[in-house]
């Protein structure tokens, strides 16, 4: 795709339930969530609501640049962008499920993101790169903001896996998986 | 107390079908009990100074093992100077906090170590060792950011969590398994 600048309509982000299970949850992880449910109104449960919104707006654009790049992508990394893009789908379903377990309404998605021009399949992987960047260095930014333990546990494996994606990423783009001890991200 | 003692089936289970020996139990359960009994900052940073020593020795021994091919043995060599670039940092926060850091692993993690090693053969079992070490200490830095409270240790600990994710899926890729099979990275699945 040759455009200076290309839009797109974002896939819905309702997915099957269990998210939260499937994040390794256990028992306990929903107790919090629920007990966290029960003091209603709390503002440090409004302050998580807050962040987690603005976490799940996060996901919400990297399903779209995963869509978006799939479809510029072919063969093994059409299937990289794929899965990733499914992966990133639990991850806003379970942020938009922790913000409806605290009695609040998940923020909506855009009708459409800004993507960049995309002229090759280098392109696309360097925008890939990019989202999962600015991702990482969101989740750092926000773990400690929130007051829920239980979510910090969720955001620190949200995190690590934004990190593998990364990995995966340099490594089809000929650089070093791992270059850093401490995993940053960039803004 | 911010988790539940592992049991030493659970660990082993951990190195993702590999079979891995016994003895390979007591290294792979002390990573990912380091923070088992930790209560408050200062005792979590010194069970992250324990995990991350115990990383360091583990891929030294692996690379001086000889059994590691020249790709795979860069690997753990690379690895294994993440693990003390960790160890670095966690002792001088553990330091900012008055805690001394012990200038050698403990003896008994150097022996959990070495046994762990003596029963496991061939490259695909050492990676595959490398990797339930991986995913145990995942598990214990996930417990760890439910714990921690001062933002700049939750901060570090995070960023470490995620660089073992990232060990944990070229791991996987060595061993011919989907690098990110999960979409959440917790150490127990």
Same mark, same amino acid.
């Given at each position: 795709?040759?455009?200076?600048?290309?839009?797109?309509?974002?896939?819905?982000?309702?997915?099957?339930?269990?998210?939260?299970?499937?994040c390794?949850?256990?028992?306990?992880?929903?107790?919090?969530?629920?007990?966290?449910?029960?003091?209603e109104?709390?503002?440090?449960?409004?302050?998580?609501?807050?962040?987690?919104?603005?976490?799940?707006?996060?996901?919400?654009?990297?399903?779209?640049?995963?869509?978006?790049?799939?479809?510029?992508?072919a063969?093994?990394?059409?299937?990289?962008?794929?899965?990733?893009?499914?992966?990133?789908?639990?991850?806003?379903?379970?942020?938009?499920?922790?913000?409806?377990?605290?009695?609040?309404?998940?923020?909506?998605?855009?009708?459409?993101?800004?993507?960049?021009?995309?002229?090759?399949?280098?392109?696309?992987?360097?925008?890939?790169?990019?989202?999962?960047?600015?991702?990482?260095?969101?989740?750092?930014?926000?773990?400690?903001?929130?007051?829920?333990?239980?979510?910090?546990?969720?955001?620190?494996?949200?995190l690590?896996?934004?990190?593998?994606?990364?990995a995966?990423?340099?490594?089809?783009?000929?650089?070093?998986?791992?270059p850093?001890?401490?995993?940053?991200?960039?803004? | 107390?911010?988790?539940?003692?592992?049991?030493?089936?659970?660990?082993?289970?951990?190195?993702g079908?590999?079979?891995?020996?016994?003895?390979?139990?007591?290294?792979?359960?002390?990573?990912?009990?380091?923070?088992?009994?930790?209560?408050?900052?200062e @005792?979590? &940073?010194? !069970? +992250? =100074?324990?995990? $991350?020593?115990?990383?360091?020795v583990?891929?030294r021994?692996?690379? *001086?093992?000889?059994?590691?091919?020249?790709?795979?043995?860069?690997?753990?060599?690379?690895?294994?100077?993440?693990?003390?670039?960790?160890?670095?940092?966690?002792?001088?926060?553990? @330091?900012? &906090?008055? !805690? +001394? =850091?012990?200038? $050698?692993?403990?003896?008994?993690?150097?022996?959990?170590?070495?046994? *762990?090693?003596?029963?496991?053969?061939?490259?695909?079992?050492?990676?595959?060792?490398?990797?339930?070490?991986?995913?145990?200490?995942?598990?214990?830095?996930?417990?760890?950011?439910?714990?921690?409270?001062?933002?700049?240790?939750?901060?570090?600990?995070?960023?470490?969590?995620?660089?073992?994710?990232?060990?944990?899926?070229?791991?996987?890729?060595?061993?011919?398994?989907?690098?990110?099979?999960?979409?959440?990275?917790?150490?127990?699945?």
């Open positions: 795709m040759v455009e200076r600048r290309a839009f797109l309509a974002v896939a819905g982000t309702a997915l099957a339930g269990g998210v939260l299970a499937a390794g949850s256990s028992d306990d992880d929903s107790s919090g969530i629920a007990t966290e449910t029960g003091a109104q709390s503002t440090a449960a409004s302050a998580d609501v807050a962040i987690l919104n603005q976490a799940l707006a996060v996901e919400q654009r990297a399903v779209a640049a995963y869509h978006t790049a799939a479809e510029h992508l063969g093994a990394r059409r299937a990289t962008a794929q899965h990733f893009e499914a992966q990133e789908r639990e991850h806003a379903d379970a942020l938009a499920q922790a913000v409806m377990a605290l009695g609040a309404t998940p923020a909506s998605a855009r009708d459409l993101y800004a993507i960049p021009s995309l002229d090759d399949a280098d392109a696309v992987v360097r925008f890939a790169m990019g989202v999962e960047q600015i991702a990482i260095a969101q989740y750092l930014d926000l773990i400690p903001k929130l007051s829920s333990q239980n979510l910090r546990g969720t955001f620190a494996s949200i690590a896996v934004e990190a593998e994606h990364l995966v990423l340099r490594e089809q783009a000929g650089q070093e998986p791992v850093d001890a401490f995993v940053r991200g960039a803004t | 107390m911010i988790a539940a003692p592992l049991t030493r089936r659970d660990a082993l289970r951990r190195a079908g590999v079979a891995l020996a016994a003895s390979a139990a007591p290294m792979l359960v002390g990573v990912r009990d380091a923070f088992a009994a930790a209560r408050g900052d @005792q979590i &940073l010194r !069970g +992250a =100074v324990r995990l $991350e020593q115990g990383l360091v583990t891929y021994t692996l690379v *001086a093992s000889g059994d590691l091919d020249a790709r795979a043995g860069a690997l753990a060599r690379h690895f294994g100077d993440q693990e003390q670039q960790h160890l670095d940092v966690v002792s001088k926060e553990l @330091q900012t &906090l008055g !805690g +001394a =850091v012990p200038s $050698e692993p403990a003896a008994d993690l150097v022996k959990a170590g070495r046994e *762990a090693l003596t029963g496991v053969d061939g490259q695909a079992a050492l990676l595959a060792f490398a990797g339930a070490l991986e995913q145990n200490a995942i598990a214990a830095y996930y417990e760890a950011q439910q714990g921690l409270q001062r933002d700049e240790f939750l901060r570090t600990t995070a960023a470490i969590m995620a660089n073992e994710g990232q060990h944990l899926a070229l791991l996987r890729e060595a061993l011919g398994r989907a690098p990110v099979p999960n979409a959440f990275e917790t150490g127990r699945g």
